[in-house]
C-alpha cells in the first residue's frame, strides 16, 4: 500500500490530479486505451475540475479514455444525488471523450436491470483478460462504506457478481455497485480521503485488525495491482505513519 498526505484537500486534489494525468500518459505509451472507474461523493468534485483546467486538460489524451463509475445512486440523471451526473457537470461535459466511451450506471430502468447490463458489459470489455480497469478511483464514507459497500451488508462479501443492486433503507433508495472481486483485478485502486470526520475510520481501516463486516473499505485489496490512498492531514490525523 502507499500512502499520499497532502496538507488539505486543496493540494491533495493537486496531488492526484498530478499522478492521474502522469499515470494516463504513461499506460497509454504502452497500450491503446485507458479505462478508469470513476467514484462519485462529494470528494473528487475539486480533482475533477482540476483536470479541465490548463496544465492538465492538454496533457490527457481524452479520446482514448474509458469511464465507468463505482457506483451509482438509483435516483435520475438530473437528480442532484446522481453520481453521473456530478461527474458530468464537473468533468465531462468540459473535455472530448467520445460518448460511445462514457458508461454511465443507467438509472433510467430499474436497478436490477441496471446492474444486469453493467455485468454483461463488463465482460464483454475485459473479456477473459483475467484482469480490469487501469484505475479504481474510491471515496470512503465516515463509516467506512466504499462503493456501496455499506457496513454490515452482504455486498460486502460478494464473491461472483461484478455488480449488483440493492436496497439501502437508511438512504431509502436503491444502489447499484460494483463489488470487490473486480475492483481487485484492476492495476491500481486510489482511495481520494479527506476531513477530520474520517481519521478514526481510516485509522482502523489501515491500522486495525480485518473486519470487513464493519469497515468494508478493508475488502478493496487488488490481488496484483497497486492499492494508493490519498488522504489529506485531517483525515490522516490518527495514523501511525502519520507525517
Ligand atoms: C456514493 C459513493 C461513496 C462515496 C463515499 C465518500 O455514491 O455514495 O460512491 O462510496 O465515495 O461515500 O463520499 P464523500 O466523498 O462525499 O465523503
Known sequence: MELHI????????R???DWITEHIQ???ERQ???TWSLSGGSTPRRLYELLTRPGYKEKIPWEKLHLFWGDERAVPFDDER???RMTYE???RHVPVPEDQIHYMRTDIGPEASAAAYEKLLHQYFGATGTSFDLVLLGMGDDGHTLSLFPGLPVVHEQEAWVTSFYLPTQQMHRITLTAPIVNRSAQVVFLAAGAGKADTLKEVLEGPFRPEQFPSQVIRPSAGTLHWFVDKAAAARLNSHT
Open 82 to 84: 446522481n453520481n453521473g
Open 26 to 28: 504513461s499506460t497509454l
Open 15 to 17: 496531488d492526484l490530479a
Open 90 to 92: 464537473a468533468l465531462l
Open 32 to 34: 491503446d486505451r485507458y
Open 6 to 13: 497532502a496538507q488539505d484537500l486543496d493540494q491533495l486534489s
